[in-house]
T-cell receptor, first 114, second 113 residues
Framework: KAGVTQTPRYLIKTRGQQVTLSCSPI?????VSWYQQTPGQGLQFLFE???????NKGNFPGRFSGRQFSNSRSEMNVSTLELGDSALYLC?????????????FGPGTRLTVL | KQEVTQIPAALSVPEGENLVLNCSFT??????LQWFRQDPGKGLTSLLL?????REQTSGRLNASLDKSSGRSTLYIAASQPGDSATYLC????????????FGKGTRLHILP
């Protein structure tokens, strides 16, 4: 069974641009969660999608948004990029809501904002 | 609001030693707790998931215990190997479906050959 895949793996953008990251969950998993990881703040929850609906959201500005498609694949978008958005963005998939079952993580997308 | 602390932040031990990593959390009303490892620059690998009704969970050389009432979990690694070098994170979850998953900042483990 293929694991969680994320594309692209690396991305370099400049301030003010926008970016879209993609996550393909494990086959059969209906939940996708997104996290931001930085050296200073650690791993922080962004949002979770389950059956195409956002079920939970972390404390991030509205520049961070996401969506989930009918095949459970998910995209995350960040608009008007800031230097502080440089981070490793991880997605995780689970069979059901992440609070209920085990999560499986992808390798991450390393975003650098110049 | 759940707060998670992992002590120590970093640890170096010689190969072959047994070791314990600690995780404490402020809200003991959790649904489950998951331990992960993360290799540098990579995603997280799930190690063990302990349900709130369990006291411990074992997988190979790893044993995780959970004491909900005191807000603590420990990850015991037996006979450590250089391949165990990684950052270990814990994540207590719940108890509500709408609760966010809060991670500790991790313990960076280095096993000396």
């Amino acid at each position: 069974k293929a694991g969680v895949t994320q594309t692209p793996r690396y991305l370099i953008k400049t301030r003010g641009q926008q970016v879209t990251l993609s996550c393909s969950p494990i086959s059969g998993h209906r939940s996708v969660s997104w996290y931001q990881q930085t050296p200073g703040q650690g791993l922080q929850f962004l949002f979770e999608y389950f059956s195409e609906t956002q079920r939970n959201k972390g404390n991030f500005p509205g520049r961070f948004s996401g969506r989930q498609f009918s095949n459970s694949r998910s995209e995350m978008n960040v608009s008007t990029l800031e230097l502080g958005d440089s981070a490793l963005y991880l997605c995780a998939s689970s069979l059901h809501l992440a609070v209920l079952v085990e999560q499986f993580f992808g390798p991450g997308t390393r975003l650098t904002v110049l | 609001k759940q707060e998670v602390t992992q002590i120590p932040a970093a640890l170096s031990v010689p190969e072959g030693e047994n070791l314990v990593l600690n995780c404490s959390f402020t809200d003991s009303a959790i649904y489950n707790l998951q331990w992960f490892r993360q290799d540098p620059g990579k995603g997280l690998t799930s190690l063990l998931l302990i349900q709130s009704s369990q006291r411990e969970q074992t997988s190979g050389r790893l044993n995780a215990s959970l004491d909900k009432s005191s807000g603590r979990s420990t990850l015991y690694i037996a006979a450590s190997q250089p391949g165990d070098s990684a950052t270990y994170l814990c994540a207590p979850v719940g108890p509500n479906r709408d609760d966010k998953i809060i991670f500790g900042k991790g313990t960076r483990l280095h096993i000396l050959p």
